[in-house]
Every structure is written in C-alpha cells, then in structure tokens.
T-cell receptor, first 112, second 112 residues
C-alpha cells in the first residue's frame, strides 16, 4: 500500500497566484481530512469529507480556500488568491474507521 | 483554540531513559489518540485509548487516561535515538463527530 499521496511536495508561489494541492487517499478509506500546520498555530483541521461529501468546513480560514473531493480517490485544496500568511505545511489524512488517521507527507507551501 | 495541550513542550533525555509526556483536553471524549511526527514528515498513529479504558500498552509505549482530570500521559520506556520526534495527542472536538483536534505537541530529543 502506497499510503496517502500528496503532491506537490513543495510549492513556492507568489502572492496572488492560485495554488492547488492534491491528495490521493488510501484505497478503501472513506474519510478524508485536510490539516494545516504552522509553528504559531500548530495543526489546524481545515475540512473533512465522509464518502466524498464535505461534512465540516468550519476550519477553512477564508473564502479564498476551497476543497473538493470529486471521487473516492482524489481530493484538492485550492487557495485563490494566495497570500504570504498561507505559508504552511498542508497535510491530507484518510481513514476507514475514523479513529485512526493515516497522514501523507504533506505539501510545504511558501507564498512570497 | 487548542483542544489538547501537551506538556512539556520539549524534552531532552539520554538513550535508555524513560520519557513521559502529558496531554490535557477540554471536552468529553470517546477516545484519545497519540501520534508521532518525525521532522519533515506526516504524523503516524501510535495508540488509541477509549474513554472507558484507564491504561493501554503497545510495545514500549504505555498510555494512561484519567477522564476525571481530562488528561492522558504517554510513556516511552527505554528510549532510543530513533524515538526523537514530536508527539501529539488528538481528541474529538465534539464526541461522535470524528472531528479530530491535535494538541500543541511535545518535542522529544533522545541523545545517544
């Protein structure tokens, strides 16, 4: 099993640009979570899906952030337009039991 | 706001010693989980303890849970240099929602 796959591993972009982060969950998992990690705020839950349906997006910081899960094997987190304060590591995690999360290696985002 | 707060924030010990980390949380829980994060990597699930359990073991890990004090501890016995990582507790913000919130983490450094 390849685990949760995130791409890109690193992303450097300029303020105002659109950023799309991608996640492929573990096959058979029916829950998917997007987290953001910074030194100041730690790990923040942005949104989570169950059976491809967004259940709770109250952690999404602003309307600039959007997430989709068009099918069970793919999810995206989009930031448009990006700002320097969005710089962070973004993690995707998936779960089958909802009690044990499997994390990807994360995307290190730098917005200049 | 953080649901879980780990204590201490950082811990440095010699190889072979035991390491104890504590987690306090705010709301009622169904379970509490501990995760490890190596530098530059995603989080890895270590152990889950349910609210009706007081202690659980897994290899060199021992977890205790005191629901009356809303606290948990993670003990790593006979630590190794490879245990160097950050350790996080995770709890559901609201029981049954599967909306997992992570604490601030304890950075453990095991010196060889």
């Amino acid at each position: 099993d390849a685990g949760v796959i995130q791409s890109p591993r690193h992303e450097v972009t300029e303020m105002g640009q659109e950023v799309t982060l991608r996640c492929k969950p573990i096959s058979g998992h029916n829950s998917l979570f997007w987290y953001r990690q910074t030194m100041m705020r730690g790990l923040e839950l942005l949104i989570y899906f169950n059976n491809n349906v967004p259940i709770d997006d109250s952690g999404m910081p602003e309307d600039r952030f959007s997430a989709k899960m068009p099918n069970a094997s793919f999810s995206t987190l989009k930031i448009q337009p990006s700002e320097p304060r969005d710089s962070a590591v973004y993690f995707c995690a998936s779960s089958f039991t909802k009690e044990k999360l499997f994390f990807g290696s994360g995307t290190q985002l730098s917005v200049l | 706001s953080q649901q879980g707060e780990e204590d201490p924030q950082a811990l440095s010990i010699q190889e072979g010693e035991n390491a104890t980390m504590n987690c306090s949380y705010k709301t009622s829980i169904n379970n509490l989980q501990w995760y490890r994060q190596n530098s530059g990597r995603g989080l890895v699930h270590l152990i889950l303890i349910r609210s009706n359990e007081r202690e659980k073991h897994s290899g060199r890990l021992r977890v205790t849970l005191d629901t009356s004090k809303k606290s948990s501890s993670l003990l790593i016995t006979a630590s190794r240099a490879a245990d160097t990582a950050s350790y996080f507790c995770a709890t559901e913000l609201t029981s049954g929602t599967y909306k997992y919130i992570f604490g601030t983490g304890t950075r453990l450094k095991v010196l060889a």
